[in-house]
């Protein structure tokens, strides 16, 4: 059996007899890989705390013919800890890491991978509220995918903005001239925020009132879950009360 190394993102674990794991994870570069970690629910086990959700790992593998053997494990981001302990960092990395395993395909995309590691490391060192953090994450996650949407220019004729008619299905913002009978209409305050989220404008982003956030979280979940075509099983348990702690870049344990 072919003996090979990757950088990883565990998405989700399955446990595989008394002691076994299956582990989900999103690769650098060999896309999504399923594989078996033997023992690693032993305490003796070495590494089965580097192969839990939302870690990052350098592993070694032996490919297999329908699962992959870890071998070997080495943690380059410790985010775990931090996330699960914080409710709506847990919440909010759940639905990064179903996410990402649905609009990648097992060949997997480098985008994809750097852009969820990145949004576990700004959770884990709690750099931005986690809602913002999640809202961010989707739209890119489905730029990537190829569905980006547009908050300036009508998404259907391409006339220059500003437009405050919002219509998922057809891609975001759409002029007044072809926008469907009761199209719901945001603000400016709402689609400068999802515009600041898809860019990373994040000193503007961190600006936004609650109202303006709460807006925008639900503009941003209708639109994922239209695209995937199939609902988000964790979404529904995301904790968005405010959060008024501020941001922090000190956190241990991360990359």
Same mark, same amino acid.
């Given at each position: 059996m072919p003996l090979y190394r990757d950088?990883? &993102? &565990?998405? *989700?674990?399955?446990?595989?007899? +008394?002691?076994?794991?299956?582990v989900i994870m999103l690769s650098r570069s060999h896309g999504k890989i399923r594989a078996v970690a033997k023992g690693v629910r032993r305490t003796a086990s070495k590494f089965g705390a580097r192969l839990e959700p939302f870690m990052v790992a350098? #592993? @070694?593998?032996y490919e297999g013919r329908t699962l992959d053997i870890i071998t070997q494990a080495e943690s380059l981001g410790s985010y775990g800890?931090?996330?699960? !302990?914080?409710?709506?960092s847990y919440t909010a990395a759940s639905v990064m890491v179903e996410t990402a395993d649905k609009v990648t395909e097992d060949d997997g995309s480098l @985008? @994809?991978?750097? $852009?969820?590691? !990145?949004?576990?490391? /700004?959770?884990?060192?709690?750099?931005?509220?986690?809602?913002?953090?999640?809202?961010?994450?989707?739209?890119r996650a489905l730029s990537v995918a190829g569905w980006s949407?547009?908050?300036?220019?009508?998404?259907?004729?391409?006339?220059?903005?500003?437009?405050?008619?919002? &219509? #998922?299905h057809l891609g975001g913002v759409v002029a007044d001239e072809v926008a469907p009978p009761g199209a719901p209409r945001l603000d400016a305050a709402t689609i400068g925020?999802? /515009? /600041? $989220?898809?860019? !990373?404008?994040?000193?503007?982003? %961190?600006?936004?009132?609650?109202r303006t956030r709460t807006h925008a979280s639900g503009i941003v979940a209708a639109y994922? @879950?239209?695209?995937?075509? *199939? /609902?988000?099983?964790?979404? +529904?348990? #995301?904790?968005?009360?405010? %959060?008024?702690r501020p941001a922090s870049t000190t956190n241990g344990n991360t990359r």
């Amino acid at each position: 059996m072919p003996l090979y190394r990757d950088e990883a &993102v &565990v998405l *989700r674990t399955y446990k595989l007899g +008394e002691a076994d794991r299956i582990v989900i994870m999103l690769s650098r570069s060999h896309g999504k890989i399923r594989a078996v970690a033997k023992g690693v629910r032993r305490t003796a086990s070495k590494f089965g705390a580097r192969l839990e959700p939302f870690m990052v790992a350098d #592993v @070694q593998l032996y490919e297999g013919r329908t699962l992959d053997i870890i071998t070997q494990a080495e943690s380059l981001g410790s985010y775990g800890a931090a996330i699960t !302990g914080d409710y709506s960092s847990y919440t909010a990395a759940s639905v990064m890491v179903e996410t990402a395993d649905k609009v990648t395909e097992d060949d997997g995309s480098l @985008q @994809q991978y750097l $852009l969820l590691v !990145g949004a576990l490391r /700004s959770l884990a060192r709690r750099e931005h509220s986690p809602g913002l953090t999640l809202d961010s994450y989707l739209l890119r996650a489905l730029s990537v995918a190829g569905w980006s949407p547009s908050f300036s220019d009508c998404a259907m004729t391409g006339a220059p903005g500003p437009h405050s008619a919002f &219509v #998922v299905h057809l891609g975001g913002v759409v002029a007044d001239e072809v926008a469907p009978p009761g199209a719901p209409r945001l603000d400016a305050a709402t689609i400068g925020l999802l /515009s /600041s $989220l898809l860019t !990373g404008d994040w000193a503007a982003a %961190d600006a936004a009132d609650e109202r303006t956030r709460t807006h925008a979280s639900g503009i941003v979940a209708a639109y994922t @879950q239209f695209h995937l075509e *199939r /609902s988000l099983r964790s979404l +529904e348990h #995301v904790d968005r009360t405010p %959060d008024s702690r501020p941001a922090s870049t000190t956190n241990g344990n991360t990359r």
